[in-house]
């Protein structure tokens, strides 16, 4: 009874600052479908859905914009690698517009939070079972891991080629550091790399990490958060904790500090599948600037909060992109410009873009190596990256067809497979 009231009290406080939708009180409910990296649990949701009181589902429309805010974050990455590799000019871009424009971690912290949002309605209001949990495991393991191994191996092929040693002039320090030619991997190094445990191949594993060792206990963590709003805020609040205790301790703290996301993402969804109330359209405007310049504010009060990984920043980002993505999961014009045909298929290549863009910019740099001597920074900046995205966007798009969404569709079947029961006589 009094988790009840507590879950009441939250619920009434949260309609002054949002608005229900304009049909019925869940309509904001009902396109929370696909965008989902696990796309076989779709049915399940739409089952979810309908039980909840909300009505058919209607339309496209809002899971089309958020899969194209994945695709948006993805290419944010991009540009902002490319930036790094080949700094142009202050006077064709400026660093605050840099920071704003091309924020990464806000980025990725968008696609944690997402993570947490779409993975979230198989779980909720239906018992969890080791066997449910295992198929989830291997939908998980089927959705990340193939590509990733693919463009591991490439990545080593790469290294071990003599193009690899070709010198770059005007490329900054940062891009010298990149899969540096001759690399030596030993067998267990390599395989670390190929499960995402080791950055040495692909820079960018350490997020694809967090996203498996988070999926381990996420199931647990809808249970908990499917108790009620005060069971998810206590869980918010230890995991924030415990986040801001374990910063400062290397690649073994990530997972502790971003699984924060994931829980922002899990709480949105519950929102709204229990109340249907839908963001003000001028918070969700707030929301959006705010992420993109939450570095900045931190850094503007505590100069000490501008390490990458603070937890600080990370925790404004994920309650900026929690209420980003909670706008565009209820129907909306925010929802209608976001499902622009384009922007959606660059939301369905966006792992690829994300996997693939450093490989790209070092083997496109190098193929142009003789060009770019004569070059001003901003030239190279743009004969560098027209090519590297063009390049990029066109690989991850055939990747995502021959790659991804077959292995999709195979774990999907293999995590049909029921263990057969095997009686032991004597």
């Known amino acids: 009874m009094r988790r009840s009231f507590f879950d009441a009290n939250i619920q009434s406080w949260l ?52 899969q194209s805010l994945r695709g948006i974050a993805a290419f944010i990455v991009l540009m902002r690698h490319l930036i790094s590799c080949f700094p142009p000019s202050q006077r064709f871009l400026p660093h605050p517009m840099e920071d704003v424009l091309f924020n990464s971690h806000a980025a990725v912290v968008i696609f944690f939070v997402l993570s947490g949002f779409v993975l979230t309605p198989s779980f ?10 295992g198929q989830f495991y291997i939908r998980r393991g089927f959705r990340i891991l193939p590509l990733l191994i693919v463009v591991t191996l490439l990545s080593l092929a790469y290294v071990r080629s003599p193009l690899s040693a070709v010198t770059i002039p005007g490329a900054g320090a ?20 190929l499960l995402s445990l080791k950055s040495t191949l692909v820079p960018q594993n350490w997020t694809l990490m967090i996203e498996l060792l988070v999926a381990i206990i996420f199931p647990w963590l809808v249970k908990i958060c499917d108790r009620g709003i005060t069971a998810s805020a206590c869980l918010l609040g230890v995991f924030i904790l415990i986040s801001f205790l374990g910063a400062g301790h290397g690649g073994k703290s990530l ?100 996997l693939l863009h450093f490989l790209v910019i070092v083997v496109v740099a190098r193929l142009e190596a003789p060009l770019l001597a004569p070059l001003s920074n901003d030239a190279r900046f743009l004969v560098v990256g027209a090519p590297s995205v063009a390049v990029t966007f066109t690989v991850a798009h055939i990747l995502h067809r021959t790659i991804e969404l077959p292995f999709n569709a195979l774990g999907r079947s293999v995590s049909q497979i029921r263990p057969s029961r095997v009686r032991v006589g004597l």
């Not at 002054?16 to 396109?31: A, K």
């Not at 940062?174 to 790399?193: D, I, N, Q, V």
């Open 174 to 193: 940062w891009f010298e550091g990149l899969m540096p030619h001759g690399l030596s991997l030993s067998p267990s190094g390599l395989m670390m790399c």
């Open 255 to 354: 997972p502790f500090i971003y699984a924060v996301d994931f829980i922002f993402g899990i709480v949105t969804f519950d929102i709204l599948r229990r109340t249907g109330l839908r963001l003000n359209g001028w918070l969700f405007i707030a929301a959006a600037l705010a992420l993109i310049c939450a570095r900045q504010i931190v850094s503007f009060f505590l100069p000490s909060a501008l390490d990458f990984h603070a937890p600080l920043t990370a925790l404004v980002e994920a309650v900026c992109a929690a209420c980003v993505i909670w706008g565009l999961a209820a129907p909306g014009r925010a929802a209608r410009w976001l499902s622009w045909r384009p922007l959606v298929w660059l939301g369905d290549i966006s792992f690829g873009v994300y």
């Open 15 to 66: 309609s002054f600052i949002i608005y229900p939708s304009v049909s019925t009180p869940n309509q904001g409910l009902s396109g929370i479908r696909a965008i989902h990296m696990d796309s076989s649990t779709q049915q399940e949701e739409r089952n979810l859905v309908t039980s909840s009181g909300t009505g058919p589902v209607k339309g496209h429309r809002q899971i089309d914009a958020l």
């Open 124 to 133: 909720f209001a239906r018992p969890l079972g080791m066997l449910k949990a």
